[in-house]
Nanobody, 129 residues
């Protein structure tokens, strides 16, 4: 199993980035995929989650209306489109997978950032003011 994040970088406040998580080695439908982030001096926290088989999505309150998670079955890739970025979005962003348990898994899993089956190495997002 591999998860490889990309798309991070340095952007000014109000700008946009699109993160990609290219995956391989597992059946896409059998897993939920989430984005977590860890800012300087902060605990890792859930940002967004998608249960791909059900296309159910979850977002943490601070990114609702600004971030969009999507999946591309043909490319085994999950994206996180981030618009109107703010300095407080600065963090290392990780994608992770967890075997699908129920369709509503994204309601609870993002609150448990230490629980995952596999995780990528992360991509740095820095938002300047």
């Amino acid at each position: 199993v591999q998860l490889v994040e990309s798309g991070g970088g340095l952007v000014q406040a109000g700008g946009s980035l699109r993160l990609s998580c290219v995956t391989s080695g597992f059946r896409f439908d059998d897993y939920g995929i989430a984005w977590f982030r860890q800012g300087p001096g902060e605990e890792r926290a859930g940002v967004s989650c998608i249960a791909t088989r059900d296309n159910l999505k979850w977002y943490t309150d601070s990114v609702k209306g600004r971030f969009t998670i999507s999946s591309d079955y043909a490319r085994n890739t999950v994206y996180l489109q981030m618009n109107d970025l703010k300095p407080e979005d600065t963090a290392i962003y990780y994608c992770a997978i967890r075997r699908r348990t129920v369709a509503t898994m994204c309601r609870s899993w993002p609150a448990q950032p230490r629980i995952f089956d596999y995780r990528g190495q992360g991509t740095q997002v820095t938002v300047s003011s």
